[in-house]
């Protein structure tokens, strides 16, 4: 499984993603480039700034609509 279908795979069952739990559990280690590639592919992801006092202030990404037009489709991961 690629990075890109690890990320996927974590936003359409958990939710959300950032850049510490892509890291934590070894989704991608550039979860900026992976999320920019899904959302070339059509995926309707979105950022939603957070805080804690561990972390400070940080990006959380949500997948919106998993395929928003037909455009997006697992397939083209591999690609």
């Known amino acids: 499984m690629t990075n890109t279908q690890k990320v996927l795979s974590e936003l359409k069952h958990g939710g959300r993603v950032s850049r510490y739990t892509a890291i934590q559990k070894n989704l991608a280690e550039n ?24 972390h400070g202030h940080y990006t959380r ?19």
């Open 61 to 79: 990404y949500k997948l919106m609509d998993a395929n928003p037009s037909g455009f997006a489709d697992e397939s083209r991961l591999a690609a």
């Open 31 to 54: 979860l900026t480039a992976t999320i920019s590639q899904l959302r070339k592919k059509g995926y309707h992801i979105v950022p939603r700034p957070a805080f804690d006092e561990k």
